[in-house]
């Protein structure tokens, strides 16, 4: 039997035992029989099945030749089995036990080749094969289920022997974790956000943590919410890890023996601990629940309502509903946003009622010198509390902050670009959670990535180790703790996520009484040092990025182009995958995009052809105004 008959038999087999998981043991009306002949037309290795389908891979024939077991081992590893055992049966003994499928996985853009390799300087060698994997690389999951775009060729083998005993082919040697195609990942496994505390942060000392998503990915079929807890409890990222921590203790994890948590009737989710939580604190325990309520709230079509933790006793640490976890810890610091902003045609800012339904929703100038025309603008960016915003002057040169209350004055600009032209001076700037305000000079002399303090002061100069190119758009998350910029690089723009690291030795500055404290937690007289730290590509597909907001916990909006192709509008997660779910519908002449990190509130668009538009929720792109640019929401 040729390769490609053993495969389509393969593939005709693994179909059957879809079926028959599908139907049950009972084996339903119309499902009784499966037809063994037939032609096979567009079969991919596991097929996409309904959400309440579950896929189990076939074990071993007996006397199956090599490629068969090959095959057969590559279906096991996109089958829904908890633990693996089917792929386990393909292995000799001693590599079962070798094994780590949950090392990593690594997916392939059209799925792994498996060509057959001549082993042995013999023709006669009948008790070796090897079978070499091959694919274009896609994405990869580290053993933290972390996701990571990824290019590149793959290239694996398997090696395989006849068992003495039992004359049966086995693998015997094959690399750690899984391979599988695209389609396969993404039928198999769905992203969730886990979520941690932000630290090292000047709202950390000030109180109520607050929350920031780390995502992953978790098989879909295989009791997601258990495996979701499980890996919470593991703790953050690699990535995140320097800048968040986990309220539970280090060791933590579920109590032995307890393999599948499950809601009651209530939404009431009851989580048994191991001795490492027993003697934990009241307060402490809360935030625990907290970050169990935050991680679980998608998991489930009505989430979970109510989290209890128990010691390794069997009694309770404490109890938290949803309601109380808003006041135990922030999610993120998202406020529902007044109005949304953008820059009039006479250069202004001005305001929209975030909450307006309507298409002709008054449009006003804001409150005092930045909405009077004082000084001409072509961006700003408002405060989070929308108490305060910072203007950039129309010639791209001078930043002002004012306060947005009628009467004020504008005074003079709190930082001055030196570069030549437009486009090689300042940045439309961004506001963290702490009151902080962060810009990039484009000046090709001295490009710098700036913080001012409270939005005044001397400017701080964040650190960029890495960072290859010149920024051109910075947006600050609302948990402080990460940060978006465009960089381009030989005419490219390419979007990257980074991590905000505030250094705890904080380096000297003339002046200052050194018995008070700063805001953040630093002695006047001296600076902290900022960095931005491990940049991640999060659009490596896109060769022009010309837009992006933060539009979520761990996900942007974002519009570019692909090498030759046409302008586009769509989500990323930060991570760099796709998340699930329609991208925004579409529109022509993108320059500006802004979006709200509660994502209930419309995307408002610029559009050279339209001007400012608002996308409603279920609805189509509705035009504000026609003169206008530069669309914002706090932040």
């Not at 009784?32 to 896929?55: C, K, N, W």
């Not at 030549?420 to 963290?432: E, G, I, V």
């Not at 320059?591 to 339209?610: N, W």
Request: charged share 25%; hydrophobic share 35%; aromatic share 6%.
């Amino acid at each position: 039997m040729g390769p490609d008959r053993e495969r389509d038999g393969r593939r005709r087999e693994t179909a059957r035992a879809v079926v028959y998981a599908a139907c049950g043991a009972l084996l339903l009306a119309g499902c009784a029989s499966m037809p063994d002949s037939g032609d096979l037309r567009g079969v991919e290795s596991t097929p996409r099945q309904d959400a309440q389908v579950r896929v189990f891979a076939l074990p071993p024939h007996d006397n199956a030749p090599p490629g068969q077991i090959v095959q057969g081992f590559l279906e096991a590893l996109t089958s829904d089995d908890p633990h693996y055992e089917t792929a386990l049966k393909y292995l000799t003994a001693r590599a079962a036990k070798q094994w780590r499928p949950d090392a990593s996985t690594t997916v392939l853009d059209g799925g792994p080749t498996a060509d057959p390799v001549r082993v042995g300087s013999r023709d006669d060698t009948d008790d070796d094969y090897t079978s070499t994997l091959t694919g274009d690389r896609f994405a990869t999951l580290d053993s933290q289920q972390s996701y990571e775009p990824a290019d590149g060729k793959y290239r694996q083998t398997l090696h395989l022997t006849r068992e003495k005993k039992s004359g049966q082919w086995r693998i015997d040697d094959l690399p750690q974790g899984i391979v599988m195609g695209k389609s396969d990942f993404l039928r198999n496994y769905t992203s969730v956000n886990k979520y941690y505390f932000a630290s090292n942060t000047p709202t950390e000392s000030d109180g109520q943590p607050v929350s920031v998503a780390d995502p992953v990915y978790v098989r879909k079929k295989v009791d997601p919410m258990t495996q979701t807890v499980s890996s919470l409890l593991q703790g953050p990222s690699r990535w995140l890890g320097p800048v968040v921590r986990s309220s539970f203790p280090t060791g933590t994890a579920l109590k032995k023996g307890v393999t599948s948590l499950t809601p009651d009737d209530q939404n009431r989710l009851t989580v048994p601990l191991n001795d490492k939580a027993s003697r934990v604190g009241s307060a402490k325990c809360t935030e625990m629940a907290a970050q169990l309520l935050y991680t679980l709230q998608d998991l489930t079509p009505t989430g979970v309502d109510e989290v209890a933790l128990q010691r390794a006793n069997g009694t309770q640490l404490c109890l938290l509903d949803k309601d109380r976890a808003e006041i135990v810890a922030a999610r993120g610091v998202v406020q529902h946003p007044e109005f949304q902003y953008f820059i009039d045609g006479k250069h202004r800012l001005v305001r929209v009622a975030g909450d307006s339904l309507e298409a002709a929703a008054d449009v006003t100038p804001v409150p005092g010198a930045l909405g009077e025309g004082e000084k001409q603008l072509r961006s700003a960016a408002v405060s989070r509390d929308e108490d305060s915003a910072a203007g950039v002057s129309a010639d791209g040169a001078m930043l002002y902050v004012a306060s947005l209350v009628s009467g004020g004055s504008l005074g003079e600009p709190v930082l001055t670009s030196q570069g030549a032209t437009k486009a090689d001076r300042l940045t439309t700037p961004s506001w963290d959670g702490d009151g902080d305000l962060w810009v990039a000079d484009r000046n090709p002399g001295k490009p710098r990535l700036l913080l001012l303090e409270k939005g005044a002061g001397e400017p701080l100069e964040v650190r960029t180790p890495g960072l290859d190119g010149r920024i051109e758009a910075v947006r600050v998350a609302a948990d402080g703790v990460r940060i978006a910029l465009i960089v381009e690089k030989d005419g490219q723009r390419s979007l990257y996520v980074g991590r905000i690291a505030r250094d705890e030795r904080p380096a000297a500055a003339s002046g200052g009484s050194p018995q008070q404290k700063t805001a953040a937690g630093q002695k006047t007289g001296e600076r902290p040092v900022v960095s931005v730290l491990e940049l991640q590509s999060v659009t490596p597909q896109l060769e022009e990025v010309t837009a992006m907001s933060w539009a979520g916990d761990s996900r942007l909006v974002v519009v570019g182009r692909e090498q030759g192709g046409v302008q586009q509008m769509g989500y990323v997660q930060v991570d760099g995958s796709t998340p699930v779910g329609s991208a925004p519908t579409a529109l022509t002449g993108v320059k500006g995009i802004a979006a709200s990190e509660d994502e209930r509130m419309p995307l408002v668009a610029y559009s050279e052809e339209d001007g400012i538009v608002r996308l409603l929720s279920g609805s189509k792109w509705q035009k504000l105004v026609r003169a206008g640019s530069a669309p914002v929401y706090p932040g």
